[in-house]
């Protein structure tokens, strides 16, 4: 049975940095793609970045990009998504991911295997 347990999210104000952290458990997180969307209040739930197995690759949405790095500690079976210069308009509910069913497009809900419960980041302007 795999676990996501999110942590890191919080109250920060436009152009602060957070980290949020996912720790898996159940299955090392270098044995599948790991990724991370998010859900604004009255939105859909929407891709954020995933990062490749062996950790080689990453991607992006055009709304994060150059701003969230997406990273893994396979020692501590944690993935992470480093966010700078945040704005009011990253608010929403993180989720952590695991498992990309890579016949299907990543950028869909539906084609990842494992979610965590999420944890809620509010940018102040």
């Known amino acids: 049975q795999v676990q996501l347990v999110e942590s890191g999210g919080g109250l920060v104000q436009a152009g602060d940095s957070r980290r949020l952290s996912c720790t898996a458990s159940g299955r090392a997180v270098g044995t599948a793609n790991m990724g991370w969307f998010r859900q604004a209040p009255g939105k859909e739930r929407i891709f954020v970045s995933r990062?490749?197995?062996?950790?080689?690759?990453?991607d992006y949405a055009d709304a994060v990009k150059g701003r969230f790095t997406i990273s893994r500690d396979s020692a501590k079976n944690t993935v992470y998504l480093q966010m700078t210069t945040l704005e009011p308009e990253d608010t929403a509910v993180y989720y952590c991911?695991?498992?990309?069913?890579?016949?299907?497009?990543?950028?869909?809900?539906?084609?990842?295997?494992?979610w965590g419960q999420g944890t809620q980041v509010t940018v102040s302007s």
């Open positions: 990062i490749s197995p062996d950790g080689g690759r990453t």
């Open positions: 991911t695991r498992g990309w069913n890579s016949n299907l497009n990543k950028n869909f809900p539906q084609a990842w295997a494992y």
